[in-house]
Structures are given as C-alpha cells and as structure tokens.
C-alpha cells in the first residue's frame, strides 16, 4: 500500500490502528493515544460517537447508496437544509462532491463555466495568495502556493494562476491592499474569480492573517466584477471559533467550499455552495447545465451522518468547545515560547501551532508525543494540533504537553 505524501514503501513503516473511541485511537500493540489531529482535521465529535453511529445503522437499513442522476433522496434534502440554515445568507444552492479536492475542482469550473455563459470566456484565470493549499488533483494544485507549497514538481504542468503575496498577520498593511490592487487591476480582463482560505491558510503553512484582508479581496472582486471562492474545508464548522471562517469578516463569497468535518470524520463527502447568481447563469448557459456529475455524489450514507453531525454541532454547543480548546491551547503551548529553536507559537480556535526555526524530524516528533500518549503529524517546520472539539480540558493539556515535548527534542 502506498500511503499519503510517503515513498514506496514508506520509512518508518506506518503505526498499526485497531480501533478507535472518543479521542483516542487503540494500535495494534495496545498503545492508546489521543489524536491531536482528528484524523486530519475532520473528526470533530471523535470516533465511535453514539448519534452518528446510530444515523449510519439507520441509514444502512434503507440503503447505502443510489445514484443522484435523475434521483434524489431524504438525506441529501434534509442535508442541504441545514447548510443552508448555517452558511453565508447569499449562498442558495448546494452541489456535493466526493471530497475537498473535488469541491475545489467544482468551484472552479463553476467560476469558469460562469463566464462561459456570460459570454467572457477569456475570463478563465484564478487569482489566490501565496502560502495557500487547495488539494492534490491538478486545478487545485494549480492554486497552491507554487514555490513553498507540496506540488512544485508540477510547475509546468500545471494551469498557471496569478498570485499575490501572503496576506499580513496584522490588518493596516496598505503596500500588501496595493499590491494586491494592481494584481487585480493588471489581470482583470483574464480573471474568473479569486480563491483563499480565508484567515488561516492550512496545509500550506498553517498560517493566520487579518480577516479584514478577505474584506478587501471581496471589494477588489465587486470592482472588477469577478467571483469570490473561499475556500472552507479546513476552516468550516467551527473550527477557528466562528462557525465558518469567513465570519471572522464582513464578507461573504460567491462560491464556497465544505469538506473534512461535513461527515464528523465517518465518509469522504464535500460540498460546493454557490449564489443564485452563479447558479442561474451557469443553467441559462451554453449546454443548460452544469458539466460535473461524481459517481457518488451526495451519497444517502455520508449526507445522513453529515446532517446528524451537524445536528450535533449544535447540541453539544460547539462554540463553548472551541473556545476551550482556544483557551487550553494558548496557556498550554505558551511554555514553548521559552524553547531555542522556536520561532512562533499561534492558536486559532482549535487550531495550535508551535513553529520551529527549523524543519522537524518527523519520526522523532512523532515518536516523543506518542511517549506523551498523542497522536500528531508534524510537517515542514511546524508541530501542530487540531484536536476533536469533545476533547476534554485533561485531554488538551496532554495534547500541549507532548506538543512542547515534541518541541523540546
């Protein structure tokens, strides 16, 4: 088997899982360890979790899966319905895909099939920044950082976008607002659309900026007439303490893109949203449709978990569950301040992240936090954590703990 970002076969050998409950996950040797990482960002509730391993048996009693070309199913309705309920008001419909890379491959062709049908079809570039991180299939590489970023191998290959440089941690920065304006101004007679993460960058660099950028961006795209697409799949669902991260900010987007934490971690499943704007143009368009259709889009299984989870979102108050982790993160990493070779220490949310001058030996951080009983996955230069929202106020100081720990070594 090969696994994710490894060589074949992969060095050191990959940690054998048994099981997993709430916010540990069991090895195969009896290793218990808390997941510092929520297996990749997308189990908030845990693992095992009772409402949505009910609303999977349910679901499986009627059917796991049908297709969604000329049929359509109570989950996807009911699920539909509640993103509508929580996302940005502009946002009216929902297009679900297979995963965030998808949804990001979605909102693209909806920015350029736009244009197409508004008949500006040289309109067919992305503006973004630098630092950013949209996936792994080839339009959402296109838009990852192409320097710093995991797919420099594919300059070349790839659709070349304009990009501007990494927005500032600190909001009042006019030369980055100049910079960016002449970009936009310089390129707008080729530009669909800007895409960003909005306010934290991921997995290109675990990165925060001043939301009033993202301001600027949507004034930059009214004045030129282009489309926003924030990208949300990192940042959704409560993760940064707002429920998406765009709320950090006054604007919202023309497209949006969900994914991760839409199933609480149970099933690959992401979701496109769009304006009616976008929407109707692309139906009134040349072809009378939008040209996507995913084998297993919106499938009954994931869509009836995905509503349970965010039904659960809801009930187990997410907001004070963030703000604990927030709280548990700050006073736990600050100690890491102290170390030499620490560069930064930043939290976000659930999100925390000790930044190393240098880059870190992955085996050996990952070997001393699971001393410390916490399952992470370093990258580049950084030791980071998001962990699930049900952690408890004992599990997040294990998870600094062995973060500063990692550090440390």
Same mark, same amino acid.
């Given at each position: ?256 893109? /969900? #994914?991760? $934490?839409? *199933? ?5 499943? !992401?979701?496109? %949203?769009?304006? @009616?704007? +976008? =929407? &109707? ?40 569950? /963030? #703000?604990? $982790?927030? *709280? ?5 990493? !600050?100690?890491? %301040?102290?170390? @030499?070779? +620490? =560069? &930064? ?61 990692? =550090?440390?070594?």
């Amino acid at each position: 088997m090969w696994h994710p970002y490894a060589a074949m076969p992969a060095s050191p050998a990959p940690y054998l899982v048994d099981s997993a409950s709430g916010v540990r996950i069991r090895l195969r040797d009896g290793t218990e360890l808390i997941d510092g990482m929520a297996s990749w960002w997308a189990a908030i509730h845990g693992y095992r979790h009772p409402v949505l391993d009910a609303a999977a048996h349910a679901q499986l009693d009627r059917m796991s899966h049908v297709m969604f070309g000329g049929l359509t199913h109570e989950p996807a309705i009911k699920l539909s319905e509640e993103l509508l309920a929580i996302v940005p008001a502009p946002l009216r419909r929902v297009f679900f895909a297979d995963s965030g890379s998808v949804a990001v491959e979605v909102a693209i062709k909806m920015a350029l099939q736009y244009w197409q049908a508004c008949d500006r079809p040289a309109r067919n570039r992305l503006l973004t920044i630098r630092g950013g991180y949209h996936g792994d299939t080839f339009m959402a590489m296109s838009v990852c950082d192409p320097v710093g970023g995991m797919h420099h191998l594919f300059t070349g290959a790839l659709t070349e976008q304009v990009f501007a440089p990494m927005p500032p941690v600190e909001a009042g920065d006019e030369q980055w607002r100049s910079q960016t304006a002449d970009l936009v101004e310089r390129h707008s007679d080729s530009l669909a659309a800007v895409i960003v993460e909005p306010v934290v960058q991921g997995a290109g660099g675990m990165r925060f900026y001043s939301p009033a950028y993202v301001d600027h961006l949507r004034a930059l795209c009214d004045r030129h007439g282009l489309l926003l697409i924030l990208d949300e799949i990192a940042t959704g669902f409560g993760r940064t303490g707002t429920m998406f991260a765009a709320e950090h900010s006054a604007t919202s987007p023309d497209i949006m893109c /969900v #994914g991760k $934490a839409l *199933t609480g971690g149970y099933l690959s499943m !992401a979701a496109t %949203l769009c304006t @009616d704007a +976008v =929407a &109707d143009a692309i139906s009134s368009g040349p072809g009378g449709a939008f040209m996507h259709g995913p084998t297993f889009m919106a499938n009954p299984l994931a869509a009836a978990i995905a509503a349970a989870s965010l039904e659960l979102l809801h009930t187990n108050d997410w907001k004070a569950q /963030v #703000g604990r $982790a927030e *709280t548990a993160l700050k006073d736990g990493l !600050a100690p890491a %301040l102290e170390l @030499d070779g +620490v =560069a &930064d220490v930043r939290v976000c949310g659930a999100i925390g992240v000790i930044e190393l001058a240098d880059a870190v030996d992955v085996d050996r951080v990952t070997r001393r936090a699971m001393s410390e009983g916490v399952w992470l996955r370093p990258f580049r230069n950084l030791i980071y954590a998001m962990p699930p929202y049900i952690c408890t106020e004992d599990d997040l100081a294990t998870i600094c703990r062995a973060m500063v720990a990692a =550090a440390a070594a």
